[in-house]
């Protein structure tokens, strides 16, 4: 469990998810229609079990009122000067929460099983949505379903994959999963969900806390998994038209900063030590920063990727390529 716990502490990163992105067309083109096979879609639980939480003000608490300890997980994210957090062991007995910050309709998304925070606009095609978790996986991998449109949506791919919406790709808010520590250090005027006041009372279960530490993938096995990488590695995940590659987190953090070519575009992924996360930007920085700690973040271009499990993200891209430490030119 300590083992667990420590490694947790820096496994965070921003995250997005394969959805449509709004910016970097030519890096970022739509993508392809998933094609459902026969058996893949697995009937994992009943819609009652996973019930979605339907956010309104009075869930949240300002930071100091927050029953959450340092090591906690949160999923955070930063929209229209508000910043939110949501506790992932929360987040684990609900799977969705939709929210609304500002003018913006949001659906708050965590798949324990792929170790996978998503946080997609609501709106398609000019149409307000609902979440909530179908009781389906595809891959091991959540599955949600919305209202009013019963459309059922692959969480990693952000694409609708069965129903009346079927092809259409939600909009991806960038998010972060973090320790709360860290969330609080650097958005101390944070508005957190509270478990208390959506009427649970107590310690809240952690119901994955097992699963987590275990050597067990996915529900009952993942399958044929690729051998490249432990199952349960975290990744970035990074899609760019046809090009597909993963970067394991432990090699981010310990590089500080990788600069690859995905495809025909460079980008640079970076360890942020003050939030102890992942970041990803387009184009070559390496050459803009002169000491560790020294980059601007605000005047860089970030782009999205996803953090996974690496048992996950081979179930969706099998031909994935994957960074290794000696991709690196000066090793």
């Not at 970097?24 to 996973?50: C, M, N, T, W």
């Not at 340092?70 to 994210?77: A, I, N, P, S």
């Not at 692959?154 to 860290?182: D, F, H, K, N, Y």
Request: glycine share 10%; hydrophobic share 40%; with cysteine.
């Amino acid at each position: 469990m300590k083992q667990k716990i420590s490694l947790l502490l820096f496994l965070s990163s921003l995250v997005t998810a394969c959805g449509q992105i709004g910016s970097h067309a030519a890096a970022f083109p739509e993508p392809k229609l998933y094609r459902l096979q026969p058996g893949e879609l697995v009937l994992a639980a009943s819609e009652a079990d996973i019930p979605s939480i339907q956010a309104e003000d009075n869930y949240f608490v300002q930071v100091e009122r927050a029953d959450l300890e340092d090591t906690d997980l949160v999923v955070g994210l930063f929209i229209g000067g508000e910043s939110r957090a949501y506790p992932v062991r929360l987040l684990s007995l609900h799977e969705v929460v939709n929210d609304r910050i500002g003018e913006k309709a949001i659906a708050v998304t965590w798949c324990p099983l792929c170790y996978s925070p998503v946080v997609y606009d609501r709106i398609v095609d000019g149409q307000e949505l609902s979440f909530r978790a179908s009781g389906y996986l595809l891959h091991n991998n959540l599955v949600l379903v919305d209202h009013p449109t019963d459309t059922l949506w692959s969480q990693l791919l952000g694409q609708g994959i069965r129903g009346a919406l079927r092809g259409s790709v939600l909009m991806v808010i960038p998010s972060t999963v973090t320790t709360w520590e860290i969330w609080r250090e650097n958005y101390p005027d944070s508005r957190v969900l509270s478990a208390e006041r959506i009427g649970y009372e107590g310690d809240l279960p952690d119901p994955y806390g097992g699963y987590f530490s275990s050597g067990a993938a996915g529900l009952g096995g993942a399958g044929e998994i690729d051998p490249r990488l432990p199952a349960k590695t975290l990744i970035l995940g990074l899609v760019s038209g046809e090009d597909i590659k993963a970067y394991p987190v432990d090699l981010i953090r310990e590089q500080r900063i990788i600069v690859d070519q995905v495809g025909d575009f460079t980008f640079s992924i970076v360890w942020d030590e003050k939030k102890g996360i992942g970041r990803t930007f387009l184009g070559d920085i390496s050459q803009d920063t002169p000491e560790k700690g020294m980059i601007d973040f605000d005047s860089l271009t970030p782009v999205p990727a996803q953090l996974v499990y690496w048992f996950a993200w081979t179930g969706f891209y099998p031909e994935s390529d994957l960074y290794r430490s000696s991709d690196r030119p000066d090793t």
